[in-house]
């Protein structure tokens, strides 16, 4: 099995497990808090819908522009960042069941084409995330790591949401 093969493939799967989590989640309990105190159960799967195609950006900026992108990686962005990602986030809570759903497809489309455009020597290719950023990816960060990373995106919120459903059972 290629590594384009073996990254479609988790890919593929951590898809059906967003819809799996999607379907589970009543949406009676979207505007409850989830395990992020920040956000509601319905702002977090929102936020999980973001992180393909935030994913893609940042696979495009390393293949194509990575000192600017490495520029950019730095505290005072990584705040910029981390702000704006609240405040759009938040506005999960106006999806329904059906435009998450449809949402996610749109990201996942859209980094599933990138990986099938992608040149075997490409994977490696790296920049350096700080702390700051995103802590999952702090320090070298290869092209591969980041579409890996749509899995590990998914399963950090997934578990935010699986806390938060615990208790309100």
Partial sequence: MT???ELAQEMEATRRNFHHLL???PEALYHHPSDNPAWTISDVLYHITLGPSALRLEIWMILHAPRLFQL????????LFNWGNILFTRQGQRFTREKLGKAYERGHAGILSSLMRMNQNDFQKSVI??????TELAGEVTIERLFRYVKGHFDVHA?????ALERAQ
């Avoid at 950019?72 to 705040?79: D, R």
């Avoid at 995330?129 to 995103?134: E, K």
């Avoid at 578990?159 to 806390?163: A, D, G, N, T």
């Fill in 129 to 134: 995330y700080p702390q700051a950023f995103v």
């Fill in 23 to 25: 379907d589970s989640v």
């Fill in 159 to 163: 578990e935010q949401i699986r806390k």
């Fill in 3 to 5: 590594l384009r093969e």
């Fill in 72 to 79: 950019g990686m730095n505290t005072t962005t990584s705040k």
